[in-house]
């Protein structure tokens, strides 16, 4: 884990965006994602619903960066931090529900991980 560092105004705006975000997609009965992601049993640990400032911490201490997006590790587990990592948007699309998957040799890639 990396040293905590201070957010930049832009970096601190768009995290909170996020947390507002994965709040709402999971707790928030109103929000046009609520039904996918609570419906899959998707949750926010109560650590950072309840604190932004816990939230800030472990992704300033976890390889944010402003061109990174917030990714769950297992699927149907909670956006905590030992379920959270941060992708980049190309490797984000790899874990999409869309996506075919091929074995090669013992190898199992999506479609595009092979074409790349």
Not at 25 to 31: E, G, I, L, T, V
Not at 43 to 66: D, I, L, N
Not at 90 to 97: E, G, L, S, V
Request: proline share 4%; charged share 30%.
């Amino acid at each position: 884990m990396k040293e905590y560092r201070e957010p930049s105004r832009e970096e601190r705006k768009r995290l909170k965006q996020i947390h507002r975000g994965i709040i709402d997609r999971c707790h928030n009965p109103n929000d046009h994602d609520y039904a996918h992601y609570h419906g899959m049993g998707a949750y926010v640990c109560p650590e950072w619903r309840e604190s932004y400032e816990a939230f800030e911490h472990w992704a300033m201490t976890s390889g944010y960066r402003q061109d990174l997006t917030l990714d769950r590790i297992r699927r149907q587990g909670p956006y905590a931090p030992y379920n959270c990592r941060w992708l980049s948007k190309k490797q984000q699309a790899y874990n999409r529900t869309t996506n075919r998957f091929l074995e090669v040799d013992g190898h199992i890639r999506t479609m595009q991980q092979w074409s790349d």
